[in-house]
């Protein structure tokens, strides 16, 4: 899940946050249409939640489309420190 506003530039202008959307994007269609998983989520302006089976994350596929977009996500935050926080969740909240 991303949620907020990077703060890099205005709303609608904000590279950093355009791109983390991008990613998680990509592995929602990557998730769905690759892995053949129903992945499911919400995006609204703001916020993106993905979700998807615990019993499909062993799978080759997801894990390395999972594992990407999370290291994706991770460079871009040493990238832009002051804009773009990770913060890891365990599947219990």
């Given at each position: ?59 080759p596929r997801v894990r390395a489309i999972v ?27």
């Amino acid at each position: 899940m991303a949620t907020g506003h990077a703060g890099w530039a205005e709303s609608g202008r904000d590279l950093a946050c355009a791109a983390v959307s991008v990613i998680l994007q990509t592995a929602w269609v990557g998730l769905s249409e690759v892995a053949g998983v129903k992945a499911a989520g919400t995006r609204r302006r703001g916020r993106i939640a993905l979700t998807w089976p615990a019993d499909t994350r062993s799978r080759p596929r997801v894990r390395a489309i999972v594992e990407t977009a999370a290291r994706s996500i991770e460079y871009l935050a040493a990238q832009y420190p002051d804009h773009i926080k990770v913060v890891a969740e365990t599947a219990d909240g």
